[in-house]
């Protein structure tokens, strides 16, 4: 199993910043794919942003270019960088791990979510 810890989340107003952080623990073998999905009140679950671990990364079309991400595979460590934020953004952001396992193949871990709402 891997734990996910997220950490950073918060109020804010909008125009500011916020930066998430999200480590991995216990059974890491390989991390393939890091990233953030989010889900506001009364929608469905998003991605926001992801990386691959030669550093390839994706951003949903309402990030692009606000959101950055970036990762410290020594420290199996993901980072959200969040700026210009706006009260569209406000929801609750979830850390994601997809490692290739010895017998399970390919699994998906979650965290449990750390809230962000930017409101004035």
């Known amino acids: 199993q891997v734990q996910l810890v997220e950490s950073g989340g918060g109020s804010v107003q909008p125009g500011e910043s916020l930066r998430l952080s999200c480590a991995a623990s216990?059974?890491?073998?390989?991390?393939?794919?890091m990233g953030w999905y989010r889900q506001a009140p009364g929608k469905e679950r998003e991605l926001v942003a992801r990386i691959t671990r030669g550093g390839t990364t994706n951003f949903a079309d309402s990030v692009k270019g606000r959101f950055t991400i970036s990762r410290d595979n020594a420290k199996n460590t993901v980072y959200l960088e969040m700026n210009s934020l706006k009260p569209e953004d406000t929801a609750i952001y979830y850390c994601?791990?997809?490692?290739?396992?010895?017998?399970?193949?390919?699994?998906?871990?979650w965290g449990r979510g750390t809230q962000v709402t930017v409101s004035s």
């Open positions: 994601i791990v997809d490692q290739q396992e010895p017998i399970k193949g390919l699994s998906r871990y």
């Open positions: 216990g059974s890491i073998f390989s991390i393939l794919v």
